[in-house]
């Protein structure tokens, strides 16, 4: 699961981006992705249209969408929840028991992400681009596709670690 805050912009593009690259290594029928937000202040709105242009321009299927607020009971159905932000990992911790470990920053996954240092994630945060230009929706996607592979292997041994 895929989480930032609304749900329709960052983390409905990376449960796009996850979801071409899981279908393309060959993991589709043994991975599920989705996404939620933190915030139920969008419920019910489908993907924001500038997050649908920077996608389609890069040649992914965007498909329905319809934003919906995470709920504590999903989360401990779920192996990974992948956050956007500090922000987000810190709440949705705070909804798992103490040393769950199920919470990952996103970017944790991109061989060029900074460094943690002193346990401050956010170095971490995707770029949130609402207030922002096409630009911005540009780089959100850049950070994305930059650290899907890496999620995509941890996935990959994921699944072979229960194969």
Do not use: K
């Amino acid at each position: 699961m895929t989480v930032c805050t609304g749900n329709i912009c960052r983390s409905p593009m990376a449960e796009i981006v996850l979801r071409h690259r899981v279908e393309a290594a060959g993991l589709g029928d043994h991975v599920t992705l989705d996404s939620t937000g933190i915030s139920d202040e969008e419920h019910g709105r489908p993907v924001d249209r500038r997050a649908r242009t920077a996608l389609e321009a890069r040649g992914y299927h965007v498909g329905p969408h319809r934003a919906r607020r995470v709920r504590a009971d999903e989360l401990r159905d779920r192996d990974l929840v992948l956050a956007m932000t500090q922000h987000h990992a810190l709440v949705l911790r705070s909804m798992l028991p103490p040393g769950d470990e199920r919470v990952v920053m996103f970017r944790s996954f991109d061989p060029a992400a900074p460094a943690v240092v002193d346990g401050d994630e956010r170095v971490l945060d995707v770029a949130d681009p609402w207030y922002g230009g096409p630009e911005d929706f540009e780089t959100c996607l850049d950070e994305v596709e930059a650290a899907a592979d890496g999620i995509v292997a941890h996935l990959r041994a994921l699944h072979r670690t229960r194969a």
